[in-house]
């Protein structure tokens, strides 16, 4: 039937029709994804798949579990329920060195009291662990390994991922069983998504947006995917899995061996790389080969594990409390290249962080040319004792930003000298100063120091702050150069005319190429008019935007719930900070000192005269939802400090009274809160409300 003539079709021809589309989609998914040998081109298959889609929507009381539309997507999970693993997931022991692994040897022959054993090695995937339950052949849950004891389900999201069967095939199968594996996203796939970022970056850019950060690497961009609640967004990213553990109550098979066959034929993606020894020897060499080889495949490996074949050697060898004694991992030694360091030059970061470049003579890394590494700080180059000519080893873990781990003492020529720290501000000449105890040197002049004040700009125009979407750092660093602004106050200064057709030079910081560029009208109205959008920006989110170290997002948002207004907050004591609930000495400290600057408080009055709120207004989520309605508030709480939950009551016009009377409404009760109160109000009949009842009377009014 390729056209689906609904009016024709009766109940029980759209039932068979889903059963056998659904089962002819889920073959042919499985000659695509794990045989690589399509039968059907893929226009015929998402015609299917439409058909099938079509006819699910309409009768959806016969959409079978295992439907392979739920490969698409698009469900949505607020949060995924945690449940507890039938068998603990346990990790394994592991090493890096040869030797150890002739011990872990021993032991097992010693265990087993034999040496008539064999291993199965296998990669170790660098992904992150999942496990699967199936019942009955169709796959029921896909958790992740949480504590080990307990983890996430998230199915929906492990459906998406076509090489995980959704029924097994093939008739014969346990009737309950478990595998384990690792989701990964290929090397391919994590560089064209690290692509889509950069085009993006590009449109942004031209746009005047700032940038949104690459992935940093394929493993916890996994994990982050693996936890989204769009599954739609899931399937997009393309993630897979190799499954290496069988585990059931019945234990159905006598080798790790058998069950890995057994995985194989009933269509899961087994990695063929793995090998039988009977020998540590032969361990041994196995290691050797991948160590060579392992960058040629399409996944991310950092070594081996070893386990022994036989399940009833495995039970005999048993557990430590923390790890099987059947098996254990060799990690390879992260990849390094030895390359010469052609100079050190110096990067200064929005809080006048000083971070040390090596800049290197390009070399071939893990597969792509690097050219310069983090050296930290002034420690680590004393450290390393690294010195201009010298020939470095630098290795690359799982992060894009590779390291200098040691220096090639016998190939020092003569006459090297050892690095100089610098003393004065790369970008502004300012002496660097370094407190004590802290690693990195730092520029004392935020005032004017180029770096700092725009990345001060950057911040303040963040999306989470004053969300300015319509400027870029390029547009900045031109207002910056032409005088413009010298802080991001001055944004509020700027008119239309000021920056219409305004023609500035941009330098290429890699290069030193020099390209004109200007603004156009059509973006000079934009940028002015989502400036003057910025001013209905709330203040907590202002707070966050002033930039004042060590207060992000959340603590701004306590500081102004408690202070309510910029000026209480800047004439709080340090004393008067700290009481704030989870506001510690550090936190407070830097407040204080950010308000003792005079700059900071000039910039902060040009904001209050631009119209910026500086104060806590009614919020667009308050309302007058508790007008007419008498708290009384005591105890201790979990999540809100106490006068933030007063706060709360009055910005949704709700009043606080200190005692209860007759007239209270509701005794909002924290912990350590007396009994004398809670006896008042059961007398009076007044309803106590717990932290969490107070919350939901707060989400649904
Ligand atoms: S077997 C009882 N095999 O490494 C141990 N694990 O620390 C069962 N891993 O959590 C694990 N590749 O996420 C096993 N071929 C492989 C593996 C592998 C990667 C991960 C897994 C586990 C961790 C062990």
Redesign the pocket.
């Known amino acids: 039937m390729n056209e689906i003539d609904l009016f024709s079709m009766d109940k029980e021809q759209a039932k068979r029709q889903i059963e056998s589309l659904t089962e002819e989609l889920n073959h042919h998914n499985y000659l695509y994804y794990q045989k690589s040998k399509p039968e059907i081109s893929d226009y015929e298959f998402d015609t299917r798949l439409k058909e099938l889609e079509k006819l699910e929507s309409d009768f959806p009381e016969f959409k079978l579990p295992h439907s392979p539309t739920s490969r698409v997507g698009g469900d949505i999970t607020k949060d995924f329920e945690t449940v507890a693993h039938k068998y603990p997931?346990?990790?394994?022991g592991?090493t890096y060195s040869k030797e150890e692994l002739v011990d872990f040897d021993g032991r097992v022959k010693k265990g087993l009291g034999t040496d008539d054993y064999e291993y199965i090695c296998?990669?170790?995937?660098?992904?992150?662990?999942i496990s699967l339950k199936y019942e009955n052949g169709i796959l029921d849950r896909g958790i992740t390994?949480g504590d080990g004891t307990k983890g996430d389900d998230i199915t929906t999201n492990v459906k998406t991922i076509r090489s995980i069967p959704l029924k097994i095939r093939g008739e014969k199968y346990p009737a309950s069983f478990e595998v384990?594996?690792?989701v990964f996203m290929s090397k391919d796939q994590f560089i064209k998504l690290n692509e889509s970022v950069e085009k993006e970056n590009e449109i942004r850019e031209a746009e005047g947006k700032s940038p949104v950060t690459l992935y940093a690497n394929a493993r916890n961009t996994t994990s982050g995917t693996l936890k989204m609640q769009d599954s739609g967004i899931v399937a997009s990213r393309k993630l897979d899995c190799?499954l290496?553990?069988y585990l059931d109550d019945a234990n159905t098979f006598e080798t790790h061996e058998e069950s890995l066959h057994f995985l194989e034929k009933s269509g899961f993606n087994v990695?063929q790389t793995?090998r039988k020894c009977t020998t540590i020897d032969e361990v041994l060499a196995y290691i050797n080969q991948w160590d060579q080889e392992r960058h040629k495949l399409s996944v991310e490996?950092d070594g081996?594990?070893i386990?022994v074949n036989s399940i009833a050697h495995q039970s005999e060898l048993g557990f430590t409390a923390k790890?099987?004694r059947w098996?254990i991992?060799y990690k390879f030694k992260a990849e390094s290249a030895l390359t010469r360091l052609n100079d050190i030059t110096y990067q200064v970061g929005r809080t006048g962080a000083i971070t040390p470049v090596a800049e290197l003579e390009p070399v071939l890394l893990a597969g792509t040319t690097v050219k310069r590494a983090s050296l930290h700080n002034a420690n680590e180059i004393e450290r390393l004792d690294v010195r201009i000519g010298d020939s470095v080893n630098v290795e690359k873990g799982g992060e894009i930003i590779p390291k200098i781990t040691s220096v090639d003492l016998t190939s020092r020529s003569a006459g090297t000298q050892k690095v100089e720290y610098i003393s004065r501000c790369p970008e502004c000449d300012t002496e660097l100063i370094r407190k004590e105890g802290e690693a990195q040197h730092y520029c004392p002049n935020q005032e004017s120091c180029p770096p700092q004040v725009l990345g001060r700009i950057e911040h303040f125009i963040s999306r989470n702050a004053l969300n300015i979407e319509s400027l870029g750092p390029r547009t900045i660093k031109g207002f910056l150069n032409k005088g413009l602004i010298h802080n991001a106050a001055g944004l509020y200064s700027l008119k239309f005319e000021d920056i219409n057709d305004l023609q500035f030079e941009e330098t290429d910081e890699e290069t030193g190429e020099v390209t004109k560029r200007s603004i156009k009208e059509k973006s000079a109205k934009n940028i002015i008019e989502s400036i003057e959008k910025s001013k209905e920006i709330p203040f907590e989110r202002v707070l966050f935007g002033l930039g004042i170290r060590y207060v992000g997002k959340t603590v701004a948002e306590k500081l102004a719930q408690h202070f309510v207004t910029i000026d209480r907050l800047i004439s709080a004591s340090f004393d008067e900070i700290v009481q704030v609930h989870e506001i510690g000495d550090r936190i407070a400290e830097s407040v204080v000192s950010f308000f003792e600057n005079k700059d900071n408080i000039q910039m902060i009055d040009a904001l209050k005269d631009a119209g910026l709120s500086l104060r806590v207004v009614q919020s667009e989520h308050a309302d007058d939802s508790f007008k007419g309605i008498t708290f009384v508030v005591s105890g201790v709480f979990e999540s809100f400090g106490r006068d933030e939950l007063k706060n709360l009551i009055k910005q949704h016009g709700g009043k606080v009274a200190s005692s209860i009377s007759s007239k209270t409404n509701y005794l909002v009760a924290g912990s350590n809160m007396g009994p004398a109160k809670k006896e008042k109000a059961d007398s009076l009949g007044i309803t106590i409300l717990d932290e969490s009842s107070f919350r939901e009377l707060l989400e649904n009014d």
């Open positions: 997931m346990l990790s394994l592991n296998e990669l170790k995937f660098d992904g992150v662990a390994r384990r594996g690792e190799y290496y553990s990695s793995y490996t081996i594990v386990k790890n099987p098996a991992s």
